[in-house]
Protein backbone atom coordinates (compact mmCIF):
# COMPACT_ATOMS: atom_id res chain seq x y z
CA UNK A 1 0.00 0.00 0.00
CA UNK A 2 1.26 3.35 -1.08
CA UNK A 3 0.07 5.69 1.79
CA UNK A 4 2.35 3.90 4.53
CA UNK A 5 4.03 6.19 6.59
CA UNK A 6 7.38 4.09 5.05
CA UNK A 7 6.24 5.41 2.02
CA UNK A 8 6.64 9.03 2.92
CA UNK A 9 10.00 8.64 4.76
CA UNK A 10 11.05 6.66 1.37
CA UNK A 11 10.31 9.29 -0.19
CA UNK A 12 11.75 12.14 1.75
CA UNK A 13 14.91 10.06 1.13
CA UNK A 14 14.24 10.22 -2.54
CA UNK A 15 14.06 14.26 -2.72
CA UNK A 16 17.18 14.58 -1.01
CA UNK A 17 19.32 12.64 -3.62
CA UNK A 18 16.73 14.94 -6.28
CA UNK A 19 17.58 18.04 -4.17
CA UNK A 20 21.71 17.00 -4.02
CA UNK A 21 21.15 16.31 -7.92
CA UNK A 22 20.26 19.79 -8.45
CA UNK A 23 22.61 21.49 -5.62
CA UNK A 24 25.50 19.27 -6.20
CA UNK A 25 26.44 20.49 -9.96
CA UNK A 26 29.69 22.25 -9.03
CA UNK A 27 30.84 19.11 -6.88
CA UNK A 28 34.45 18.66 -8.44
CA UNK A 29 35.89 15.56 -6.44
CA UNK A 30 37.62 12.94 -8.87
CA UNK A 31 38.19 14.82 -11.83
CA UNK A 32 35.60 15.01 -14.54
CA UNK A 33 34.18 11.90 -13.66
CA UNK A 34 30.74 12.73 -12.01
CA UNK A 35 30.10 10.63 -9.21
CA UNK A 36 27.68 12.75 -7.43
CA UNK A 37 25.91 12.51 -10.16
CA UNK A 38 25.56 9.04 -10.89
CA UNK A 39 25.14 7.93 -7.29
CA UNK A 40 22.09 10.25 -7.28
CA UNK A 41 20.02 8.64 -10.59
CA UNK A 42 21.34 5.01 -8.77
CA UNK A 43 19.73 6.87 -5.30
CA UNK A 44 16.48 7.90 -6.98
CA UNK A 45 16.29 4.69 -8.61
CA UNK A 46 16.39 2.21 -5.71
CA UNK A 47 14.39 4.56 -4.05
CA UNK A 48 11.47 4.30 -6.52
CA UNK A 49 11.70 0.76 -6.53
CA UNK A 50 11.58 0.88 -2.89
CA UNK A 51 8.30 2.94 -2.90
CA UNK A 52 6.81 0.54 -5.65
CA UNK A 53 7.80 -2.96 -4.22
CA UNK A 54 5.06 -2.55 -1.22
CA UNK A 55 4.31 -5.96 -1.61
CA UNK A 56 7.57 -7.30 -0.80
CA UNK A 57 9.26 -5.88 2.63
CA UNK A 58 12.48 -7.94 2.40
CA UNK A 59 13.21 -6.51 -1.44
CA UNK A 60 11.86 -3.11 0.36
CA UNK A 61 14.31 -3.33 3.50
CA UNK A 62 17.15 -4.90 1.39
CA UNK A 63 17.00 -1.26 -1.31
CA UNK A 64 16.79 0.73 1.88
CA UNK A 65 19.94 -0.97 3.26
CA UNK A 66 21.47 -0.22 -0.17
CA UNK A 67 20.64 3.29 -0.26
CA UNK A 68 21.94 3.95 3.13
CA UNK A 69 25.45 2.38 2.15
CA UNK A 70 25.59 4.40 -1.23
CA UNK A 71 24.56 7.28 1.20
CA UNK A 72 27.28 6.69 3.30
CA UNK A 73 29.43 6.68 0.89
CA UNK A 74 28.11 9.93 -0.58
CA UNK A 75 28.66 11.75 2.80
CA UNK A 76 32.31 10.83 3.16
CA UNK A 77 33.16 12.04 -0.09
CA UNK A 78 31.24 15.61 0.55
CA UNK A 79 33.28 15.74 3.16
CA UNK A 80 36.29 14.85 1.74
CA UNK A 81 35.38 17.26 -0.69
CA UNK A 82 34.58 20.17 2.41
CA UNK A 83 37.85 19.76 3.60
CA UNK A 84 39.99 20.24 0.73
CA UNK A 85 38.43 23.16 -0.46
CA UNK A 86 40.80 26.18 -0.62
CA UNK A 87 40.76 29.29 0.43
CA UNK A 88 39.20 30.44 4.42
CA UNK A 89 36.17 30.22 3.99
CA UNK A 90 33.99 28.77 7.02
CA UNK A 91 32.03 25.37 6.85
CA UNK A 92 28.33 26.96 6.73
CA UNK A 93 29.31 28.83 3.42
CA UNK A 94 31.05 25.72 1.42
CA UNK A 95 27.82 23.83 0.60
CA UNK A 96 24.66 22.15 2.00
CA UNK A 97 25.66 19.35 0.16
CA UNK A 98 26.42 16.84 2.67
CA UNK A 99 23.25 17.34 4.43
CA UNK A 100 21.17 15.76 2.25
CA UNK A 101 22.71 12.29 2.19
CA UNK A 102 22.66 12.59 6.29
CA UNK A 103 18.55 13.41 5.94
CA UNK A 104 18.25 10.48 4.06
CA UNK A 105 20.19 7.92 5.59
CA UNK A 106 18.12 8.62 8.93
CA UNK A 107 14.65 9.08 6.55
CA UNK A 108 16.05 5.50 5.40
CA UNK A 109 16.52 3.85 8.68
CA UNK A 110 12.89 5.49 10.01
CA UNK A 111 11.16 3.85 7.04
CA UNK A 112 13.42 0.15 7.64
CA UNK A 113 11.98 0.58 11.44
CA UNK A 114 8.64 1.10 10.02
CA UNK A 115 8.55 -1.61 7.38
CA UNK A 116 9.67 -4.31 10.06
CA UNK A 117 6.92 -3.14 12.42
CA UNK A 118 4.35 -4.01 9.36
CA UNK A 119 6.45 -7.77 8.79
CA UNK A 120 6.14 -8.31 12.57
CA UNK A 121 2.85 -7.33 12.17
CA UNK A 122 1.81 -9.55 9.25
CA UNK A 123 3.49 -12.78 10.90
CA UNK A 124 1.47 -11.91 14.20
CA UNK A 125 -1.70 -12.01 11.93
CA UNK A 126 -1.06 -15.48 10.20
CA UNK A 127 0.43 -17.02 13.74
CA UNK A 128 -3.62 -16.41 14.69
CA UNK A 129 -5.25 -18.28 11.08
Not at 17 to 29: C, H, K, M, P, R
Not at 59 to 69: H, V
Request: hydrophobic content about 55%.
Amino acid sequence: MLQRIQTIWTLLAVLAAVFLFITGQDVDVFGHIPVINISCIVLVLTGALSIFSFKNRKRQILLNTISIIINALLIGVLAYWLLNLSGGIQIPEKGIEPVFPLIAVISLLIANMYIRRDERLVKSVDRLR
